[in-house]
C-alpha cells in the first residue's frame, strides 16, 4: 500500500500526489470492492506536485468537486484513506487556513499557487493523495506533503491542472506579470477588505498598459 487517490473522471483517470508515486513504473489501483486493475498511463504536474493515472475503466462513480470560494474557515471536513474492511480509516477535521504558504513570501506573483488549505490536525502518511470531503460529499481537496507540513490543494487546482496537463503535457500557469502585497499579510487574516497591494507590472506582461498602477 503506497498511499491513495480518488477517481477524477468516469473513464478511469485517477489523482493522486508525487509523494504516493515517486518515480514511473509498473502500479496497480485497488477500488474500494477489492477490485485490481493495472495503471497503463502516468501523466504528471510537476508544479504543483500532482500525479494522473489512468486504468482501463470506463462508467466509474465520481465525487462532484467543491469550488474553494465555497469553503469557509471553520468547515468541518472528513477525510478517508485505506480500503474497506482492510485499513480504512475516517477523520474529521476543520479548516483553519485557506491561504497557508508553503514558503512564506510577503511578494507573491500571478503565476505562482499561494492558496492552500490547512487542517486543524496533523496527518500521518496513510493519508497522503486522500480525498478531502465536505458534508455534502464534495471533494473540497487533495492531501498533499512538503518537508513534513501537511496541506489540502484545493479542487478548484485540480480542473485546470488535469486538463492542461493532458492537452499540454504540462499545467503552465496564465502569465500576467503582476507582482504584488496580500492585504491579509499586511493586517492580518481578520481584515474584512481583501485585496492586494500592486508592487511591480512587469513591462512586457497583458497588463503593462491595462488600468493598474504600481501602488
Known sequence: FLGNGFILTNDGWIVTSNDVVVKRGKYVVVTQNHKIILVDQIKTDDNLGLVYLKIKAENLPVAPLAKMKAVKLGQQIILSNGIEHVNKELLVSRIVD????????????????????????????????????????????????????NYILPSDFLKKSFTQTLTLGKNKPTYLGLVYISQTNLIGNGFSNYGVLISQIKSASPLAHSVLKVG
Open 98 to 149: 485557506k491561504d497557508f504558504q508553503l514558503n512564506y513570501k510577503i511578494f507573491r506573483n500571478t503565476e505562482n499557487y499561494y492558496l492552500f488549505m490547512n487542517l486543524d490536525k496533523k496527518l500521518n502518511k496513510t493519508f497522503w493523495g486522500s480525498p478531502v470531503f465536505n458534508l455534502n460529499k464534495e471533494i473540497v481537496g487533495l492531501v498533499m506533503i512538503y518537508h513534513g507540513v
